[in-house]
């Protein structure tokens, strides 16, 4: 199963200047407990990597899509997303970033869920989650929540069975 996980404001929204424009404990604490069930194995884009500020992500197996050849401590280097992809099928999958991985994902037909934070505000991002919505159904969404001044709900979507 392969999953995406990501937190997006209403315009699909991720980032800014290379930074999340957000901090909600909740999510957080939602992202970790997910990522780190079914297998923990997580795939992530170098660019993304490159804002962690304490490295690989303890207690998962970290995969970072580079082109580059420089060994990353804690992380095994993935230069050929189609070929990780056919190792990894049949077996649990996060894909936790950036745009542009999940993008490929996507368009690679390799998505089976979305696991999304949805904020209810616009912050003028840079970098966005990719158009779902005619590959996904909804599947799960939460109430709406509120932490540190942001409003907030966590939803799941299934890959649109055709």
Not at 43 to 55: A, Y
């Amino acid at each position: 199963m392969i999953r995406l996980i990501a937190a997006i404001d209403r315009q699909r929204g991720m980032a800014k200047k290379g930074l999340q424009p957000w901090f909600i404990p909740a999510d957080e604490a939602f992202f970790t407990e997910a990522t780190k069930s079914e297998g923990g194995i997580c795939l992530i884009g170098s660019t993304t990597f490159k804002t962690f500020q304490h490295g690989p992500l303890p207690e998962r197996q970290n995969y970072v899509l580079t082109h580059d050849e420089t060994s990353i401590e804690g992380a095994t280097l993935v230069h050929d997303l189609k070929q990780f992809m056919e190792d990894f099928r049949g077996k649990d999958v996060w894909i936790i970033g950036g745009a542009n991985v999940f993008a490929q994902v996507i368009d690679g037909d390799w998505a089976d869920e979305l696991y999304l934070t949805h904020i209810e505000a616009d912050f003028g991002c840079d970098q966005f989650f990719p158009d779902y919505s005619g590959d996904f159904e909804p599947a799960e969404q939460s109430e709406l929540q509120e932490q540190n001044g942001f409003i907030f709900s966590f939803a799941s979507y299934a890959k649109k069975v055709t």
